[in-house]
């Protein structure tokens, strides 16, 4: 149980389009999302904290503009790369909390890999 | 393009040896650690867990100690294995509300057959 869904796992986009990543809980509801980016040979990066129904809460120093998150339902979680530039390739990487349980350990989608062009 | 990455620290063990995986944690408000094994182009996979109320537990195959006096973790693996190889993150959070976790550097194990 308790699997995280990312989707796509990988995608090349051209300078100035907007690339949209998802994340779904796949077998329980999760009130709270998380997404992270992670550089080669770096530790992953709290971007912003999605929750159900509200806006996203952003890191320091993460453009909201930039980083667009939607968490519609309590289980879909979306991530919206706007116009994107070649230092915004990365790897994103979304987690999910289940709802119904205290302090549980995240679970962690596959990850995306954006290659930006 | 994506910055330069650090070099991460790599640990080298023999197949059917135990590894010791070490973490310094940064916030001594953290009451819930987790460990999670990251192989190549992959998410996080979850190994284990300890609040802060125990220090130590056991997994199949893997112990965690925690030392709050210092603020260390420490991720043991018994008779590591080729599939082991792979980057460990110990995590650290606090209770209530929702888990705003922060990750640590991380390790690469390297596990020689």
């Known amino acids: 149980g308790a699997v995280v869904s990312q989707h796509p796992s990988r995608v090349i986009c051209k300078s100035g389009t907007s690339v949209k990543i998802e994340c779904r809980s796949l077998d329980f509801q999760a009130t709270t999302m998380f997404w992270y980016r992670q550089f080669p040979k770096q530790s992953l990066m709290l971007m912003a904290t999605s929750n159900e129904g509200s806006k996203a809460t952003y890191e320091q120093g993460v453009e909201k503009d930039k980083f667009l998150i939607n968490h519609a339902s309590l289980t879909l979680s979306t991530l919206t790369v706007t116009s994107a530039h070649p230092e915004d390739s990365s790897f994103y990487i979304c987690?999910?909390?289940?709802?119904?349980?205290?302090?549980?350990?995240?679970?962690f989608g596959n990850g995306t890999r954006l290659t930006v062009t | 393009g994506e910055s330069v990455g650090l070099h991460l620290p790599t640990l080298s063990v023999q197949e059917g040896d135990n590894s010791i995986i070490n973490c310094a944690y940064s916030?001594?408000?953290?009451?819930?650690f987790i460990w999670y094994k990251q192989e190549s182009g992959k998410g996080p996979q979850f190994i284990i867990d300890i609040r802060s109320n125990m220090d130590k537990r056991q997994g199949q195959r893997v112990t965690v100690l925690l030392n709050k006096t210092v603020k260390h973790l420490s991720l043991q693996i018994a008779a590591t294995q080729p599939g082991d190889s792979a980057v460990y993150f110990c995590a650290e959070t606090t209770s209530g509300g929702y888990q705003k976790v922060t990750f640590g550097t991380g390790t690469k194990l390297q596990v020689i057959p």
């Open positions: 916030n001594s408000a953290s009451d819930y």
């Open positions: 987690s999910a909390e289940r709802g119904d349980t205290y302090n549980s350990p995240l679970h």
